[in-house]
Each structure stands twice: as C-alpha cells, then as structure tokens.
C-alpha cells in the first residue's frame, strides 16, 4: 500500500523496493523485476535512491531475469551495473550470475567471455576462483580438452588451498 499511496519521494521508492523484495522472495520474479525497475527508473532525483538502491535493483533485476529466462534483460541490467557502479560490491557478482546462466543454457563460449570479463575487470574479486573454475569448465563443455586441461591446472596452482580444489581435481580428471 505504502508504494501505491506514498507521494514521489525516497519513502515511496523504499517501499516499491521492499515490494519487490518480497515479490523477489514469493518467487514471483516478472513482477518482482517490474518493480526494481520502478526504482531504477522513476527515483532519479533523490541521491539517496541512486545512492544506495539503484545498484541493488539492478542487480535483483539480474537475478529476477535469470528465473525468468530473460536473459537481454539480465545483460542489459548488468551492463548498468558495470557502467554506472563499476565499484559496486554487485557488479563482479551480475557477471558471474549471467556468465553462470549462459553456461546453464549451453552457451560456453559466451559464457566464458562474462566470466574473463569479471577476471579482467576486477582482478580483486572474492569471486576469482570461482570465475577461474568456470572458465574452465566452459572449454571441458566444449570439448576442447588440451585448453580445459591447461586452464584447470593454472586454477589448480593459483587456487591451492581452495574449498573448489577438489571439484577442479575431479573436472580435470
């Protein structure tokens, strides 16, 4: 009710942002997407919004477009992340989520793009061995063996004391 009766303001925008929240939750992702798209799009003058809000809107958006096979949305959602909050603590993670999807869907050489797009542009990520592994695994669905084989045994000597070294050991293998 607070989003629909609320004047234009941050406390509207919180609201619509905790709808969507709770849509998210509900699994109810169209509508859920929907409304952080509303706060993305109609919260432009409130600096606290865009401060704070917008780049987990965006991404929620990712995640909500992913559980509804959307994926031009999730791109689209993650190239804003990466364009207007290149520093946000959502913006290796949209990668990995798309890169992650478009792996589901049979899409390795893509997918390994977002993942070395993700290595590339955020060399500091907690997520680097994950994206390193899933690199990996894209060449492995391919078929493309001497390269798996090469890319996993990098992981392996970058990553030696990481909870994913035996999932790499056993996908070498």
Same mark, same amino acid.
């Given at each position: 009710?607070?989003? @629909?009766?609320?004047?234009?303001? @941050?406390?509207?925008?919180?609201?619509?942002?905790?709808?969507?929240?709770?849509?998210?939750?509900?699994?109810?992702?169209?509508?859920?997407?929907?409304?952080?798209?509303?706060?993305?799009?109609?919260?432009?003058?409130?600096?606290?919004?865009?401060?704070?809000?917008?780049?987990?809107?965006?991404?929620?958006?990712?995640?909500?477009?992913?559980?509804?096979?959307?994926?031009?949305?999730?791109? #689209?959602?993650?190239?804003?992340?990466?364009?207007?909050?290149?520093?946000?603590?959502?913006?290796?993670?949209?990668?990995?989520?798309?890169?992650?999807?478009?792996?589901?869907?049979?899409?390795?050489?893509?997918?390994?793009?977002?993942?070395?797009?993700?290595?590339?542009?955020?060399?500091?990520?907690?997520?680097?061995?994950?994206?390193?592994?899933?690199?990996?695994?894209?060449?492995?669905? #391919?078929?493309?063996?001497? #390269?798996?084989?090469?890319?996993? #045994?990098?992981? @392996?000597?970058?990553?030696?004391?990481?909870?994913?070294?035996?999932?790499?050991?056993?996908?070498?293998?």
């Amino acid at each position: 009710e607070a989003a @629909e009766k609320l004047a234009v303001s @941050e406390d509207q925008a919180i609201a619509r942002f905790k709808l969507a929240d709770c849509q998210f939750q509900r699994q109810d992702f169209t509508n859920a997407m929907a409304n952080y798209s509303m706060v993305f799009q109609n919260y432009r003058q409130f600096e606290s919004v865009t401060n704070v809000l917008w780049d987990q809107a965006l991404y929620q958006i990712v995640r909500s477009a992913i559980a509804v096979g959307n994926q031009p949305v999730a791109d #689209e959602a993650a190239k804003k992340i990466l364009t207007t909050y290149t520093n946000s603590f959502y913006s290796d993670r949209s990668l990995l989520l798309v890169g992650q999807d478009l792996n589901r869907k049979s899409n390795p050489a893509e997918a390994r793009a977002r993942f070395a797009e993700l290595v590339q542009k955020f060399p500091n990520s907690s997520l680097l061995a994950e994206a390193g592994l899933a690199i990996a695994q894209t060449y492995g669905q #391919e078929r493309l063996w001497p #390269e798996a084989i090469a890319q996993f #045994e990098k992981w @392996e000597a970058k990553f030696t004391n990481h909870a994913m070294l035996p999932e790499a050991q056993f996908s070498r293998g």
